[in-house]
């Protein structure tokens, strides 16, 4: 099963931004963690700062992957060319977070593609992204029609 996990702008910084917020670990420590704990999944990872390259991979993968997580850093709140693009897609995208949106900023707490994921995630630092993998795991052979 092939699985994209997306990161958008600023989270390259993960381990040096506001570790109060973002925990102290980069994602690339902690990429091949996921990696050893998911064996049976074949794991990519694309980083962007740039909306066009975001949804550029979005196009690119959309059809063909079994599942995307996507962690949209700021364009959650603000880009309606990303939820045009997760909604045009076929392939099944969980929205991920390491803070809790709810207990964030107002601005922060609407997602404007979660409505065209199959699930969000949020709250659980690094931890969203393995929750957000099991659930492809336990989901997949239930996706009866999906076809990749």
């Known amino acids: 099963m092939n699985i994209l996990i997306l990161n958008g702008p600023n989270l390259n910084l993960l381990g040096r931004r506001e570790p109060g917020i973002y925990g102290t670990r980069s994602f690339d ?14 794991l990519t990872t694309f ?3 740039h909306e066009g390259e975001i949804l550029d991979k979005l196009h690119e993968i959309g059809f063909t992957h079994h599942g995307i997580v996507l962690n949209a850093g700021g364009y959650t709140h603000t880009s309606v060319a990303l939820a045009d693009a997760v909604a045009a897609i076929a ?3 969980v929205e991920v977070h390491l803070s809790n949106l709810a207990a964030r ?11 065209h994921c199959a699930g969000s995630i949020s709250g659980f630092g ?11 795991v336990n989901q997949q052979p239930k996706r009866v029609g ?3």
Not at 36 to 42: E, M, S, V
Not at 105 to 115: A, P
Not at 126 to 136: P, V
């Open 29 to 42: 420590d902690f990429f091949p963690e996921l990696k050893a704990a998911f064996p049976a999944l074949t």
């Open 47 to 49: 980083q962007s700062n």
């Open 146 to 148: 999906f076809r990749v």
């Open 91 to 93: 392939t099944p995208v």
């Open 126 to 136: 690094l931890e969203s992204y393995r929750l957000a993998l099991q659930w492809f």
């Open 105 to 115: 900023e107002k601005f922060r707490q609407k997602s404007l593609f979660g409505g």
